[in-house]
């Protein structure tokens, strides 16, 4: 089909080689017209700005931030003045603010608007194999589902509504600093002991970690199904105690808060909860 891609930073260039090499008739465009050039050579279009790119009837943008999307889409040229019928495919991560900006505007002018988020860091993108997050109108996203088959390994369909993607992909995001605070203070207790951080990674590897806990922790917290308790809030924090003190003068803030947040329950007769409360 007749698509642009708009961005050629390090993860909007993988996607774009990717439409390329799949057959598509794609038109690029970057704000830095050098990064354009080279995708010239292999067949595509280049654009002279966003308004120009949107006569593909799809354009997927592929942006840095809130300020690059909304320099594309309100911006002189941009994707608003290119007139009715167009389908914007936000792929950046931006504000749920914009998104929803973003959906009100592209209505008012007779165009339509999907937001499918993307996991995956650039060699993943480079790959095809990025995990795409996307809502908006249904009619709309299977417009664009065989783009999303070109650039992705698999589509989660979230919901109706542009912004319930953008939530998503913070919410994501939002875990991430959160995992690798944990893995550090996990490599920090056993550093204590003698256990190289590598060898650590192999285990939680081994044992299946991230997606045992989701596995088993994600129903329950999803239902607060808190009563009767697996594993008391109780017992819990005697395990959050036993890491801390095998950690000796180790720095563990993530877990020092968490100690208290589970003082803090068991203070309010929470201790025969399960500890999945820990969040309540
Ligand atoms: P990047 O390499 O820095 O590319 C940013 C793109 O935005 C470039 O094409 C840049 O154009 C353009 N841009 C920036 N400001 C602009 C403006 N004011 N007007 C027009 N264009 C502008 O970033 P990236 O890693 O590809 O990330 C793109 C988006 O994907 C971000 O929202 C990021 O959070 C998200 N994301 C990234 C990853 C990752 O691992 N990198 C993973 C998932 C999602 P110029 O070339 O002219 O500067």
């Given at each position: 089909m007749d698509v642009s891609l708009i961005g050629l930073g390090q993860m909007g260039s993988g996607m774009a080689d990717n439409l390329v090499v799949a057959g598509h008739q794609v038109t690029v465009w970057n704000r830095d017209r050098a990064k354009a050039e080279p995708f010239a050579a292999r067949g595509a279009k280049i654009a002279a700005d966003p308004a120009a790119a949107a006569q593909a009837g799809t354009v997927m943008t592929m942006l840095a931030d809130d300020a690059a999307v909304e320099a594309v889409v309100?911006?002189?040229?941009?994707?608003?003045?290119?007139?009715?019928g167009l389908l914007h495919i936000s792929c950046s991560t931006v504000s749920v603010d914009l998104t929803a900006r973003l959906a009100a505007a592209h209505a008012a002018a007779g165009q339509r608007f999907v937001s499918a988020q993307v996991l995956g860091r650039p060699d993943v993108a480079a790959a095809g194999k990025l995990s795409i997050i996307a809502a908006g109108a249904a009619e709309d996203l299977d417009v664009a589902q065989p783009l999303f088959d070109v650039i992705g390994a698999g589509t989660q369909r979230v919901g109706d509504r542009p912004v319930m993607a953008a939530a998503a992909k913070v919410a994501l995001n939002a875990g991430i600093p959160a995992v690798m605070q944990m893995l550090t203070e996990q490599f920090r207790i056993v550093a204590a002991h003698g256990i190289a951080a590598d060898r650590m990674v192999a285990l939680l590897l081994d044992v299946n970690y991230g997606n045992r806990l989701i596995g088993s922790y994600g129903p329950i917290i999803a239902e607060q199904r808190?009563?009767?308790?697996?594993?008391p809030m109780r017992l819990g924090r005697k395990d959050v105690g036993l890491a801390l003190a095998a950690a000796?003068?180790?720095?563990l803030p993530l877990t020092e808060l968490i100690a208290s947040r589970m003082d803090a329950i068991i203070e309010a007769d929470g201790g025969e909860q399960d500890w999945s409360a820990i969040g309540q």
């Amino acid at each position: 089909m007749d698509v642009s891609l708009i961005g050629l930073g390090q993860m909007g260039s993988g996607m774009a080689d990717n439409l390329v090499v799949a057959g598509h008739q794609v038109t690029v465009w970057n704000r830095d017209r050098a990064k354009a050039e080279p995708f010239a050579a292999r067949g595509a279009k280049i654009a002279a700005d966003p308004a120009a790119a949107a006569q593909a009837g799809t354009v997927m943008t592929m942006l840095a931030d809130d300020a690059a999307v909304e320099a594309v889409v309100f911006g002189d040229g941009g994707l608003l003045a290119a007139g009715p019928g167009l389908l914007h495919i936000s792929c950046s991560t931006v504000s749920v603010d914009l998104t929803a900006r973003l959906a009100a505007a592209h209505a008012a002018a007779g165009q339509r608007f999907v937001s499918a988020q993307v996991l995956g860091r650039p060699d993943v993108a480079a790959a095809g194999k990025l995990s795409i997050i996307a809502a908006g109108a249904a009619e709309d996203l299977d417009v664009a589902q065989p783009l999303f088959d070109v650039i992705g390994a698999g589509t989660q369909r979230v919901g109706d509504r542009p912004v319930m993607a953008a939530a998503a992909k913070v919410a994501l995001n939002a875990g991430i600093p959160a995992v690798m605070q944990m893995l550090t203070e996990q490599f920090r207790i056993v550093a204590a002991h003698g256990i190289a951080a590598d060898r650590m990674v192999a285990l939680l590897l081994d044992v299946n970690y991230g997606n045992r806990l989701i596995g088993s922790y994600g129903p329950i917290i999803a239902e607060q199904r808190f009563e009767p308790a697996g594993f008391p809030m109780r017992l819990g924090r005697k395990d959050v105690g036993l890491a801390l003190a095998a950690a000796g003068d180790a720095d563990l803030p993530l877990t020092e808060l968490i100690a208290s947040r589970m003082d803090a329950i068991i203070e309010a007769d929470g201790g025969e909860q399960d500890w999945s409360a820990i969040g309540q």
